[in-house]
Structure formats: structure tokens, C-alpha cells
């Protein structure tokens, strides 16, 4: 008899069901490890302005006076988070001359980033993919601040 596991697919996750599943993963599984290796990167992201860096790199590229100027920091600070970034693998750098350019290149970063940003407006509420003028829009569960 094959020895059988509580697995949760890609097609349930979410829905809080589970499925019995041969104990070997299917490409539809995430496992242990590439649970680990998401959060990290989104708790890598979770800083405003580690976070704010890698948006405006998913648009172009930039030297770190640059960055520090665009996102209000000062160039020690915007320069600290930038080589937390290039260790994770998410930014990478070019050097042009005597600076070094910053950018993402990776499409998988640049479309999680673009996908973050549609689905929150301006003012920092969840935007919606239905209107419902009965409902006030929704706000973040957390505290932005």
C-alpha cells in the first residue's frame, strides 16, 4: 500500500480544503522549502523602502544617489538596503564608469511588484475588482504605519 499524506494543491489552496495525495509531490504542490524560500522574499519586501527601491527599479535603472534622492532616503541607507536586495538575488548592478547601476531583471519580481500596486489604490485601500456602491472600500488589515 502506497503511504498517503494531507497535501494541499495549488488548485485548493485557499479554498481550506485538503486532499489525500501520494506522499511524492506533483508540480501543482508547494513545498516546505518553497514556502520558506516566499516568505523570505516577501519579508525582504515588507520594508517601505526596500520595497519602494524595487519598484522603481522594476521601471528602469538607477544609481544609488539617484534612488536616494527619488525615495527620500539618505545614499548610506538607500545603499544598505540596495546590497540587501542584490544578496537576495532580486536586485542586480551593472557598473557604468564609476557608479554602479541598479535595476530588475528578473520578469517574475517586476510582475509580483505591478500585481501589488493594481490591486491598492493611492490612498492605500485594497482596490477592489468590483465596484459595489453599498460597501465602503475595503482597507488594508494591517497598519500601514
Not at 23 to 44: K, R
Not at 99 to 107: G, I, N, S, T
Amino acid at each position: 500500500m502506497t503511504p498517503r499524506t494531507q497535501t494541499r494543491s495549488a488548485a485548493n489552496v485557499g479554498t481550506g480544503r485538503s486532499t489525500d495525495a501520494p506522499a511524492t509531490p506533483t508540480a501543482h504542490e508547494v513545498t516546505a522549502t518553497q514556502l520558506d524560500a516566499a516568505a523570505a522574499s516577501f519579508d525582504l519586501l515588507s520594508v517601505p523602502g526596500r520595497l519602494h527601491l524595487v519598484w522603481l527599479l522594476a521601471a528602469g535603472e538607477y544609481d544609488v544617489t539617484t534612488l536616494a534622492e527619488l525615495t527620500g532616503a539618505n545614499v548610506p541607507a538607500a545603499s544598505q538596503q540596495l546590497a540587501k536586495l542584490r544578496a537576495a538575488g532580486i536586485v542586480t548592478a551593472r557598473r557604468d564608469g564609476r557608479r554602479q547601476l541598479y535595476r530588475v531583471e528578473d520578469p517574475h519580481i517586476v510582475e509580483v511588484i505591478e500585481q501589488m500596486f493594481s490591486h491598492i489604490a493611492p490612498d492605500g485601500t485594497l482596490a477592489s475588482a468590483t465596484t459595489d456602491p453599498r460597501r465602503p472600500p475595503r482597507l488594508p488589515r494591517f497598519d500601514a504605519s
